[in-house]
């Protein structure tokens, strides 16, 4: 049995070891609701999948015109006989209802370090944040010394932004990028902790400067979302 949740997934649960991120394109805010409503429907009138599923949640980006997929496995095998015997019914069903999707790709992770958050376990997220940077090249070591060098500059913040709930960073299996899944209470909280001094979101201190001048940092995007859509096994 598939059930709706409206729950935001636990990001740092122990037996999701395989966490997966992916994006798809639809065009515009009506096409947004309108997936998200197909793959609804098209999971729930399913049996769940899998036993090593253990949550799959979409979220409407605030571009108006993507949709960002998180599915939690207890690892890349389950998946893998997963997609080998349920997904392409549902793509099919998917693209059937909504036609012209552009999938852009999963993103295989595991989760490294996650913020502690204990004063504020009990709120709920009013808009996650994805902040995707990539390096120059596959290198696991730097992807976890860059992430411990972002705690350290958190540790260090004189002045921390309101509004930030918790932060989970992921590092890719492939060893070339980084991605962080911010809860933030509201999109204005966000958007006003990017507009103070400084940076980005961070004082401007030397901590926050060697964060943002890694060697061999590529590129770096930040997205927000509204979590849509929460599917596990009832």
Same mark, same amino acid.
């Given at each position: 049995?598939?059930?709706?949740?409206?729950?935001?997934?636990?990001?740092?649960?122990?037996?999701?070891?395989?966490?997966?991120?992916?994006?798809?394109?639809?065009?515009?805010?009506?096409?947004?609701?309108?997936?998200?409503?197909?793959?609804?429907?098209?999971?729930?009138?399913?049996?769940?999948?899998?036993?090593?599923?253990? &949550?799959?949640?979409?979220?409407?980006?605030?571009?108006?015109?993507?949709?960002?997929?998180?599915?939690?496995?207890?690892?890349?095998?389950?998946?893998?006989?997963?997609?080998?015997?349920?997904?392409?019914?549902?793509?099919?069903?998917?693209?059937?209802?909504?036609?012209?999707?552009?999938?852009?790709?999963?993103?295989?992770?595991?989760?490294?370090?996650?913020?502690?958050?204990?004063?504020?376990?009990?709120?709920?997220?009013?808009?996650?944040?994805?902040?995707?940077?990539?390096?120059?090249?596959?290198?696991?070591?730097?992807?976890?010394?860059?992430?411990?060098?972002?705690?350290?500059?958190?540790?260090?913040?004189?002045?921390?932004?309101?509004?930030?709930?918790?932060?989970?960073?992921?590092?890719?299996?492939?060893?070339?990028?980084?991605?962080?899944?911010?809860?933030?209470?509201?999109?204005?909280?966000?958007?006003?902790?990017?507009?103070?001094? &400084?940076? &980005?979101? &961070?004082?401007?201190?030397?901590?926050?400067?060697?964060?943002?001048?890694?060697?061999?940092?590529?590129?770096?995007?930040?997205?927000?979302?509204?979590?849509?859509?929460?599917?596990?096994?009832?």
């Amino acid at each position: 049995m598939t059930r709706r949740t409206d729950a935001h997934p636990e990001l740092d649960r122990p037996d999701v070891l395989a966490p997966f991120f992916s994006t798809w394109r639809v065009g515009t805010p009506a096409r947004q609701r309108l997936t998200v409503d197909a793959i609804a429907r098209t999971w729930e009138r399913r049996p769940w999948p899998a036993e090593g599923l253990r &949550g799959y949640h979409v979220y409407t980006g605030h571009d108006g015109s993507t949709l960002l997929h998180h599915s939690q496995w207890t690892s890349e095998q389950a998946y893998e006989a997963f997609a080998r015997t349920h997904r392409q019914e549902r793509v099919d069903e998917i693209d059937t209802a909504v036609p012209g999707i552009e999938r852009l790709g999963l993103g295989r992770y595991r989760r490294y370090r996650s913020t502690a958050g204990e004063d504020r376990a009990a709120a709920v997220p009013g808009c996650v944040v994805i902040v995707g940077v990539e390096f120059d090249g596959p290198d696991p070591g730097r992807q976890r010394a860059w992430v411990d060098a972002v705690f350290e500059a958190l540790e260090s913040e004189p002045a921390p932004h309101p509004g930030g709930i918790r932060a989970h960073f992921h590092l890719s299996t492939d060893g070339t990028r980084v991605l962080n899944y911010a809860e933030w209470e509201s999109a204005q909280a966000h958007r006003d902790a990017l507009a103070a001094p &400084g940076d &980005g979101v &961070g004082s401007p201190t030397a901590q926050w400067t060697r964060v943002q001048n890694w060697p061999g940092l590529k590129s770096s995007t930040v997205d927000r979302y509204d979590h849509a859509l929460g599917l596990v096994p009832g």
